[in-house]
């Protein structure tokens, strides 16, 4: 009997270093809701980051609620893959 299809899920995290002290968990969702987040996300030039095993912890979190120290090292490495992406973009028009 074939797996079923995974669906696809996503979280947004907003960080405004001079105004937060963390990440926060700004939008989530699994499906329908997931494709329009990374859709909204790639219309605005949001860099995207997979990871099956990071978006089932930060899934667990709540709405607005912050990123919990414990995952500071794993999404460090995420934001500097965001930094690598945005240096690598071509400027805006």
Partial sequence: MPEPTARRRAVALRYR?????A??????GSGDVAERIIALAQEHGV??????????LLSALDL????????????AEVLAHVYRANRAAPPAA
Avoid: M
């Avoid at 270093?17 to 002290?21: I, L, R, S, W, Y």
């Avoid at 990440?23 to 989530?28: E, F, I, M, Y």
């Avoid at 860099?47 to 089932?56: A, K, M, N, Q, T």
């Avoid at 607005?64 to 999404?75: G, H, I, R, T």
């Fill in 64 to 75: 607005n609620e912050v990123v919990p120290p414990a995952l500071y090292l794993v999404l």
């Fill in 23 to 28: 990440p926060r968990v700004l939008a989530k």
């Fill in 17 to 21: 270093q001079d105004k937060e002290a």
């Fill in 47 to 56: 860099p995207l980051h997979e990871d099956r095993d990071l978006i089932g």
